[in-house]
């Protein structure tokens, strides 16, 4: 087993792309902590593991840093350390965001595009961004990623060694049209990436990043049938990835599997992206 023995912690575990590392940690032999913001979801992936001894659920907001050092108070009385972080917790939507409104304005870009006779309808997104919106997206985000990785860093430093998986996106690579906000965040993590992998290779602690694709979650269901097939018909591979996929990637990027990675962005996307 890849991380047999090892304490991991994926924030964001209760659903989606969180849940999949960590039921797949949990089945590679890691002693899982799996954060959420909600309890009883994070309860249910612990419940759903094989031997749900190996995992343990706990309820904090990561962008808020009081319930981040609490969170992290507990994995280090409980566990005594900490091996594997996987910032993995994340919005869609901030705020006030129209998700409705604005899934029917890229519809009818859709079809305007197609049409031939040139794009008539604006998102206007950024414009019309509130504060709120643009402030809680950058705080789970970015403050999220920061505020757990700066934990994880005291408790990886004692023994000088630690992997850090970061998940970012597509959208940090390419931009998304309708998500300016989504695509800043994501860009920032990869930033951070880069930053902290140089500061901290030398304590023997690797820092990844994941920048997925569209991934069939519950962040993506929902998305109205044409937009999907417009993301589908950029997608090569013909389909969407699947969280497992992720989880996949991420397993790799924990495990001695990829001890000469670090500072680095593994994208599964299906060819949504190619840099």
């Known amino acids: 087993m890849k991380l047999e023995d090892r304490i991991a912690l994926v924030t964001g575990g209760g659903s989606g792309i969180g849940r999949a590392i960590a039921l797949l940690f949990a089945e590679e032999g890691a002693r899982v902590v799996v954060n959420d913001l909600r309890l009883e979801t994070a309860e249910k992936t612990v419940k759903e593991m094989r031997d749900p001894g190996r995992g343990r659920a706990i309820q904090a907001d990561v962008a808020d840093s009081g ?8 994995i280090e009385r409980d566990f005594g350390a900490l091996d594997v972080l996987v910032n993995n917790a994340g919005i869609a939507l901030g705020p006030g965001d129209d998700r409705a409104g604005l899934m029917k304005k890229a519809e009818t870009r859709i079809m305007e595009m197609m049409s031939g006779q040139g794009v008539q309808t604006h998102l206007d997104v950024t414009e019309n961004m509130s504060d709120e919106a643009w402030r809680r997206m950058l705080a789970v985000h970015v403050d ?11 408790l990886m430093s004692g023994r000088n060694r630690g992997a850090i998986v970061n998940i970012s996106s597509v959208a940090a690579l390419m931009g998304l049209p309708a998500a300016p906000h989504y695509s800043a965040a994501k860009g920032a993590i990869l930033s951070f990436t880069r930053a902290v992998a140089r500061e901290v290779a030398s304590r023997g602690i690797r820092v990844n990043a994941i920048c997925p694709g569209y991934i069939d ?59």
Not at 67 to 74: C, E, K, S, Y
Request: aromatic share 12%; charged share 15%.
């Open 67 to 74: 319930q981040v050092r609490a969170m992290f108070a507990v």
């Open 144 to 154: 999220g990623t920061f505020f757990c990785t700066r934990e994880a860093l005291r």
């Open 217 to 275: 979650t519950p962040m993506t269901q929902g998305v109205p049938p044409l937009i999907r097939a417009a993301t589908l018909s950029h997608t090569p591979l013909g389909r969407l990835g699947e969280p497992q996929e992720i989880a996949a990637t991420a397993l790799f990027l924990a495990s001695d599997d990829s001890a000469f990675f670090t500072g680095q962005w593994l994208s599964p996307n299906g060819g949504f992206f190619i840099g």
